[in-house]
T-cell receptor, first 111, second 114 residues
């Protein structure tokens, strides 16, 4: 297992377009987290899945943000009608017990 | 969310010990103290965690005050590869829901001088 994988690593999109990011967690990790990180700040928690159930989504930044984990394996994070303020690094993490393992992130630039 | 306070930045010399402090005066009895670090252009990585007793692992040691209102991450011999942002995080017991989530602050940026 090579760890948490995120795709794409970089995404440039025009304002108003929709984007979707994918996260493949470590096999058999039942928990999956999404974070957003802007320059100089710590990762900001967005949402959390346990298996396929989304147990925490109140911190999603707006109704333009949504996440799924349909079969309890990989997850997608979608941003609709992107805005320049959405430009950031989007991080995914997975865990089974204590330690969370993070991917390298997807860097989104909205122009 | 239970809050932690860390210095914005610290400097260390290579091969010297580093003590990274964290204050968490509002910690609850069931909160674990977690430390993660983030190297440049990487996602965060787990360093260590503890509840009440001091903890050691291959990366670092965690010293927890008796009243649990503060803790210190100790790197015994800093190397240039330890230059990173170090985050101290309070995390509720695992079991699902928001209590088990990792809520990051701004962390401490550690610089290591050769």
């Amino acid at each position: 297992d090579t760890g948490v994988s995120q795709d794409p690593r970089h995404k440039i999109t025009k304002r108003g377009q929709n984007v979707t990011f994918r996260c493949d967690p470590i096999s058999e990790h039942n928990r999956l987290y999404w974070y957003r990180q802007t320059l100089g700040q710590g990762p900001e928690f967005l949402t959390y899945f346990q298996n396929e159930a989304q147990l925490e989504k109140s911190r999603l930044l707006s109704d333009r943000f949504s996440a799924e984990r349909p079969k309890g394996s990989f997850s997608t994070l979608e941003i609709q009608r992107t805005e320049q303020g959405d430009s950031a690094m989007y991080l995914c993490a997975s865990s089974s017990t204590v330690e969370a393992f993070f991917g390298q992130g997807t860097r989104l630039t909205v122009v | 969310d239970a809050k932690t306070t860390q210095p914005n930045s610290m400097e260390s010399n290579e091969e010297e010990p580093v003590h990274l402090p964290c204050n968490h005066s509002t910690i609850s009895g069931t909160d674990y103290i977690h430390w993660y670090r983030q190297l440049p252009s990487q996602g965060p990585e787990y360093v260590i965690h503890g509840l009440t007793s001091n903890v050691n692992n291959r990366m670092a040691s965690l010293a927890i005050a008796e009243d649990r209102k503060s803790s210190t991450l100790i790197l015994h011999r800093a190397t240039l590869r330890d230059a990173a942002v170090y985050y101290c995080i309070l995390r509720g017991p695992s079991g699902g829901g928001s209590q088990g989530n990792l809520i990051f602050g701004k962390g401490t940026k550690l610089s290591v001088k050769p």
